[in-house]
C-alpha cells in the first residue's frame, strides 16, 4: 500500500497516538527527558508532490511533563516559557525536501515564548492505514535540535564544580499520527 498523501487532502492530529518528547543535559552528568500533553495540528498534502505539503503544530506550554511537580511549575513560569503570557508553541512548515524514499527535512518556523526562528526536522514517514472504524490513517516521526537560549529560555545556574544545571541544546522527539478529515 502506497504511503503517498492524496492531492489537496487535510489530515488532523491524533492527540491520542501522537506525542512530543524532549531531552535535555541536567547538572551536565545526566539528562532529563519530558514530554508535552497535548498537541494538535494539521497536515495538508497532495500524492503528487509531497514537498508541497503544509504542516503546522501547537503545544501548550503548560502541558509540559517531566514527572517532578516542582520542576514543571518552574518551567511554565516566567523562567523559561511563562506560560502564562505565551501559551503557546507552534510550528509551521516552509520547505519539504525528500532526502531519500520515506525520509524528509522539514523547514520551518518554531514559536516559543514569542520568539520565531527557523528549525529543520528530519522526518520519517511511518506508514499509511485504514483503522477498524474505516478511517484513513498516516504515521510520521520527527527530529531535531534547539539551542533554548536562542528562543529566550535563559534561566540557568552555576554549579560548584563550574558546570550549568541546564544544557543549552533540546532534543525534540515527535511522534505524529494524523486522520484524514471528513470531506
Known amino acids: 500500500m502506497s504511503t503517498v498523501l492524496t492531492p489537496a487532502t487535510s ?16 547538572l551536565m552528568i545526566a539528562t532529563v527527558r519530558g514530554r508535552f500533553a497535548e498537541l494538535t495540528g494539521t ?37 523559561f516559557f511563562d506560560a502564562a503570557n505565551h501559551p503557546q508553541l507552534r510550528f509551521r512548515s516552509t520547505q519539504i525536501r525528500r532526502v531519500r524514499d520515506d525520509v524528509f527535512a522539514v523547514d520551518g518556523d518554531l514559536t516559543i515564548r514569542g520568539v520565531t526562528k527557523p528549525v529543520e526536522l528530519t522526518v520519517h514517514r511511518g506508514g499509511r492505514a485504514r483503522d477498524p472504524w474505516g478511517y484513513e490513517r498516516v504515521a510520521f516521526n520527527a527530529m531535531t535540535t534547539i539551542s533554548r537560549t536562542e528562543f529566550g529560555l535563559n534561566w540557568n545556574q552555576v554549579l560548584e564544580t563550574g558546570g550549568l544545571m541546564v544544557g543549552d541544546e533540546v532534543t525534540a522527539m515527535i511522534d505524529l499520527q494524523l486522520v484524514r478529515a471528513s470531506s
Open 11 to 26: 489530515w488532523q492530529v491524533d492527540p491520542i497516538h501522537s506525542h512530543v518528547e524532549f531531552s535535555v543535559r541536567h
Open 43 to 79: 497536515l495538508t498534502g497532495g500524492d503528487d508532490d509531497p514537498e508541497h505539503a503544509a504542516i503546522e503544530l501547537t503545544i501548550p506550554a503548560a502541558s509540559i511533563d517531566t514527572r517532578e511537580p516542582q520542576r514543571d511549575a518552574h518551567l511554565r513560569s516566567a523562567d
